[in-house]
């Protein structure tokens, strides 16, 4: 079945610690996207990329790393800067970048906590 | 830029009563809108979207919503609750002339009682 995987399910950070979430689709879509969900605040923007090697900041990119070396690949690297990374994190994509009127097609998400 | 609101973070409704969720918008160019639904501890799944054409939008589980540009809101309906309704909403926007960024409102927990 066409789809995205994100893992692990469940992640824990030591304090210091850099940790990376995976993101994989099979959808040969061109755009991904990471969210973070905290709750009451909805799903902030974190990274995209619209193609392979090229990506973005979102609105709230400080302490966040990413990568796009392969299409169907899109890794989150939380670091030790960020001091809050307590959160549910989603991976989105779309099979075109730059085009507004696309919805989005979402992971079931990484829960990091920080231990 | 653009903003959305959704009016009442936790709502609840009986099983079979009309199911209303708000959500207004701010943009100064045309939107196009979305609402999605997250069950606990997955992602989010489109209900339904308006881009352009006919205002009233039909979407999936009985869903539908209405663009009012004059009120500048897409609420978000359904004729009678069913007890699988229960999850949250988000009510989302992005512009014609944008990046493709979807900005998305606060969420809105539905709570069927039965």
């Known amino acids: 079945d066409g789809g995205i995987t994100q893992s692990p399910k469940y992640l824990f950070r030591k304090e210091g610690q850099n940790v990376t979430l995976s993101c994989e689709q099979n959808?040969?879509?061109?755009?991904m996207y990471w969210y973070r969900q905290d709750p009451g605040q909805g799903l902030r923007l974190i990274y995209y990329?619209?193609?392979?090697?090229?990506?973005q900041k979102g609105d709230i990119a400080e302490g966040y790393s990413v990568s796009r070396e392969k299409k169907e690949s899109f890794p989150l690297t939380v670091t030790s800067a960020q001091k809050n990374p307590t959160a549910f994190y989603l991976c989105?994509?779309?099979?075109?970048?730059?085009?507004?009127?696309?919805?989005?097609?979402f992971g079931d998400g990484t829960r990091l906590s920080i231990l | 830029a653009q903003s959305v609101t959704q009016l009442g973070s936790h709502v609840s409704v009986s099983e079979g009563a009309l199911v209303l969720l708000r959500c207004n918008y701010s943009?100064?160019?045309?939107?196009?809108l979305f609402w999605y639904v997250q069950y606990p501890n997955q992602g989010l799944q489109l209900l339904l979207k308006?881009?352009?054409?006919?205002?009233l939008v039909k979407g999936i589980n009985g869903f539908e919503a209405e663009f009012k540009k004059s009120e500048t809101s897409f609420h978000l309906t359904k004729p009678s609750a069913h007890m699988s309704d229960a999850a949250e909403y988000f009510c989302a926007v992005s512009l014609l002339f944008g990046n493709e960024k979807l900005t998305f409102g606060t969420g809105t927990r539905l709570t069927i009682i039965p």
């Open positions: 308006y881009t352009t054409g006919a205002t």
């Open positions: 943009s100064s160019v045309p939107p196009y």
């Open positions: 989105a994509t779309t099979p075109l970048g730059g085009v507004s009127n696309q919805p989005q097609h």
């Open positions: 990329s619209q193609i392979v090697n090229d990506f």
């Open positions: 959808l040969n879509h061109d755009a």
